[in-house]
């Protein structure tokens, strides 16, 4: 059951939204990886020559399409936990953050710095925020 929506903090409102819009943007990705295999096998395209996905197999898609399901489906639970004041979701969403934090100092000396940077501010006050601040404290208490 969710906890009375007027004591939910407003930063796990923007983390539940954010999330549960993820989460329908990855299972609509997922599905659309579905229709590109179709599409190319009814084209009869073995391969995606010319183009950025050269050399990935009609099949591929198909591994791809259910991992992103899988992922928006997982997401969805852990944005519901968050919103339920369920701990575990805490949990989750603070390991993925410092996760995400590790990944962007690891591309930070590619060409990908504005984008490190980003990803380490993001997930750094997702993580800060789930772990330090009172009101998300006493929320998932």
Wanted: positive net charge; charged residues 10%; hydrophobic residues 55%.
């Amino acid at each position: 059951m969710v906890k009375d929506i007027k004591n939910i903090p407003e930063g796990i409102w923007i983390l539940v939204v954010f999330s549960f819009a993820m989460a329908g943007l990855m299972v609509i990705g997922g599905l659309q990886m579905f229709s590109v295999y179709d599409s190319l096998q009814i084209l009869g395209l073995g391969q995606l020559s010319g183009t950025a996905l050269e050399g990935v197999s009609p099949p591929a898609f198909i591994g791809i399409g259910i991992l992103l399901v899988g992922l928006g489906v997982l997401i969805y639970y852990v944005a519901r936990g968050l919103l339920k004041a369920q701990n575990w979701s805490r949990v989750v969403t603070v390991v993925v953050s410092i996760l995400g934090i590790i990944y962007s100092i690891v591309i930070l000396t590619s060409a990908y710095y504005l984008t490190s940077v980003l990803g380490i501010m993001i997930n750094g006050l997702i993580a800060w925020y789930l772990l330090f601040k009172d009101s998300t404290k006493k929320y998932f208490n």
